[in-house]
């Protein structure tokens, strides 16, 4: 009796030992199996905001304003506009012909210092076209005394700019201008203008205007 009694007394010691190791077992894989749904979720809600960002980004209007630092998104260009700029969007349109102009207004005391503008409506082919453009559009000879000074090549970032400097009887200013070639033929005029006047007075070759230029991706 003693023998059977120590032989049960074993066999249930056995059970209730195996029946330990598989509840610690099954505890361990839903443990692992919740990591792992945690995980998959934080991934998911991450790529959600990614997409939302980048759609917000895309969604520019007319009118838009507010201070850098900022990155506008257009069909155009991308540009930082830096800490230490106000920005406005002056005009925006597109087509889905991929013809269309950008124009931010930026500037230190408000937004009439600067402008960028980005354009494929211009019938440009290289950068000497861009400065010539440049140049018509103001008419010079509508000024008195106006005159136009081309200046040296500079480049910012992936960019070669060829800066123009205007003068006439209401003022001056300053521009950088630039040609991007487009796989549609569509090509891209850029110009980034600063003015000298007695009220909104913005150095072209001020560090923030650069960084401006240098942040300026076109497409």
Do not use: W
């Not at 007394?9 to 839903?30: F, I, P, R, W, Y």
């Amino acid at each position: 009796m003693k023998k059977l009694a120590a032989i049960l007394l074993a066999l249930v010691m056995t059970a209730s030992l195996a029946a330990c190791g598989g509840s610690g077992e099954s505890s361990d894989t839903k443990e692992t199996s919740a990591q792992s749904s945690a995980s998959a979720t934080s991934e998911a809600k991450a790529e959600e905001t990614t997409v939302e960002e980048t759609t917000a980004s895309a969604e520019l209007q007319e009118g838009d304003s507010g201070e850098g630092e900022k990155t506008l998104d257009s069909d155009f260009c991308t540009v930082t506009i830096p800490e230490g700029f106000k920005y406005k969007i002056n005009a925006y349109y597109h087509d889905e012909d991929a013809l269309g102009t950008i124009k931010i207004d930026f500037g230190k005391k408000g937004t009439t210092e600067g402008r960028l503008e980005v354009s494929t409506t211009r019938m440009i082919s290289s950068l000497d076209d861009a400065v010539n453009e440049c140049i018509r559009v103001r008419n010079l000879d509508t000024y008195k005394e106006g005159k136009s000074e081309i200046g040296e090549e500079v480049t910012y970032g992936d960019t070669t700019y060829k800066e123009v400097k205007m003068s006439h009887e209401y003022g001056a200013e300053t521009c950088l201008v630039s040609y991007y070639k487009r796989a549609d033929g569509k090509n891209i005029y850029v110009e980034i203008k600063t003015t000298q006047n007695d009220f909104d007075k913005l150095p072209i070759d001020d560090p923030l205007v650069q960084e401006l230029a240098k942040s300026a991706v076109y497409k």
